[in-house]
């Protein structure tokens, strides 16, 4: 019997170890730690990241992306840093003894340089090396959405300040009608 105690002792602390991240409660914790910090994982996360979260043992910077089965592991004083916009792929390991630094990199494939002074492309929101920061450089899948986003943005906006304006969608795709809130001299219906 003495056995068999101290066989369901040890798989006990074994399943509090390696199922912790798994716990609801942790889970919450780990996510509430990363949108902290702006950045997001996929579940599952495996290894002691909440702890090191807190301990700042492990640095996540704003756009990081962890994908399942992503297993990050520091044991004593070591430290992981991954910088921001760093994605790592499924299944990825990462275990330090002192420091693991996972930098900014270029996010160009065969490119990977890392940058301690990186670039973030304003359509498709990916990082990437001096080399690489134009849309046309890194072949953007979204090449122009920062200006359509801008332009729409913009349309609408009243050139009085003091005069209130709403916009609304027409029936025409990409097409807006600006009418105003308030009847006064200067009013006018925008149509475009």
């Known amino acids: 019997m003495g056995e068999l105690a101290r066989e369901a002792r040890l798989w006990a602390q074994k399943w509090r170890w390696y199922e912790r991240n798994s716990l609801p409660w942790n889970r919450a914790r780990i996510h509430w730690e990363l949108m902290r910090r702006e950045a997001f994982a996929r579940w ?7 702890e090191a979260l807190r301990e700042r043992r492990l640095e996540i910077g704003p756009g990081a992306l962890l994908e399942p089965n992503v297993w ?7 430290r992981v840093r991954i910088g921001a916009g760093t994605f790592l792929n499924m299944g990825v390991m990462v275990a330090a ?3 693991v630094e996972i930098g900014a990199h270029c996010m160009l494939p ?20 001096l080399e690489h920061r134009s849309e046309t450089a890194h072949q953007c899948a979204h090449a122009g959405e920062w200006a359509r986003n801008r ?24 097409s807006f009608m600006v009418t105003p809130t308030s009847c006064d001299a200067n009013s006018m219906v925008l149509l475009l």
Do not use: W
Request: hydrophobic share 25%; with cysteine; proline share 10%.
């Open 44 to 50: 599952p996360l495996h290894g002691n990241v909440l």
């Open 72 to 78: 990050i592991t520091m044991p004593g004083d070591a």
């Open 97 to 99: 003894q002192e420091l």
């Open 110 to 129: 065969y490119c990977a340089q890392l940058d301690f002074l990186p670039f973030r492309c304003d359509s498709c929101h990916r990082t990437f090396c």
């Open 151 to 174: 332009r729409l943005r913009s349309i609408g906006r009243p050139s009085n300040p003091s005069s209130t304006s709403t916009a609304t969608k027409r029936e025409t795709p990409g």
